[in-house]
């Protein structure tokens, strides 16, 4: 079982990293992209009920995302 210190320490670098996600999403919005706005997206409306599934956008979000992470672990392994 880690100690104090350590949960302590991932609590941290996990909220960091929400963190730098929350402003990316921010930052994409701010520049115009159409996430959550894409074809694929499903939106239904009835009455004062509303769901929303952002299919497109969120495959899209996968792959980038994946990309990224494959670019980064390439590079930490050299």
């Given amino acids: 079982m880690p100690d104090a210190t350590t949960i302590g320490k991932w609590i941290i670098l996990v909220g960091l ?3 730098i996600l929350g402003g ?4 994409a919005g701010r520049l115009g992209l159409p996430l959550g706005r894409l074809p694929g997206d499903i939106s239904l409306q009835n009455g004062n009920f ?3 599934f952002p299919c497109a956008s969120m495959i899209i979000i ?3 995302l994946t990309i ?3 670019v980064v672990l390439r590079l930490i392994r050299r």
């Fill in 62 to 64: 996968s792959i980038v």
């Fill in 68 to 70: 990224l992470l494959n």
């Fill in 17 to 19: 990293g929400l963190a």
């Fill in 24 to 27: 990316l999403v921010w930052l």
């Fill in 50 to 52: 509303a769901v929303y």
